[in-house]
């Protein structure tokens, strides 16, 4: 296990940048030839920017917008900041979110406890990075990744994460990952609405003390495969009085209702 988790760390920040590509004529609050850096007020900031036609900003402590001197249209901002000086973007459904196009590189980013709302909103956004960040100390992924465009995401380590309220919800997955959800308490509205949600790992939830999967799972596509292999790792669980709610898709063969 040790070797394992040195191995995913290492792949975790063999590029320590963060690197992803805007539109910057999109809708947003900044113009048309710019983007602006979201970040949470409540956290502590160091980074420095630089854009693929040579825009360039050291220092900078919280929100900071480019200008983009080729003008409006694609450009890849690179962030480069040390392990824990750029925690997480703060969209929360507003801001620049449309002109997030796709985050190519996590390198450094995560470190804190906390993703809530982090690309909320973001509905053009796709992840293409293959690299998982720092997110093993994040306990609450609240609307982290809701109403995202994403179908992938890479391995992130999530094995702290309790609070994973409509974490998922809206995106764009037709494959969940195996991603380690062991110490989740609440998984409420979780994956509502990915409509192309077809296929889902089995044995997600065995360890998991969750009781709270009210709408986890309403709005979505799931085959029956993936269905009874939701059920069967809540029974597996052991928890008892808890609320599930699932709409769409595939009904339970017999292994998924006795469940």
Known sequence: NT???????????????????VQSDNVGTSNDNQFTIPTNSEETYLYDVSTSDGYTATGVTGNHT??????AGTH???????LGNFKLFYFHNGGDRLKM??????GNYGGGSSQQFAFRGCNNLTISATDIGRFENVTNFR???ANTNFSTLPLIDTSAGTNFDAAFSGANFTTFPSLDLSS????????QSNSNLVNFPANMFDNSSATDYTRAFKATNLSQTSIDNILVSID???????TFEQTGGSTPSATGLAA
């Open 3 to 21: 070797t394992f988790t040195n191995t995913l760390r290492q792949k975790s920040t063999a590029n320590k940048d963060i690197v992803f590509t």
């Open 66 to 71: 480019i200008t983009f001197p080729n003008g």
């Open 76 to 82: 890849t901002v690179t962030i480069s900041a040390g």
């Open 101 to 106: 196009l796709d985050i190519s590189n996590f």
């Open 143 to 145: 609307l982290s990744f």
């Open 184 to 191: 989740g308490t609440n998984f409420e509205k979780a994956w």
């Open 236 to 242: 597996t669980a052991g928890q008892s009085n808890g």
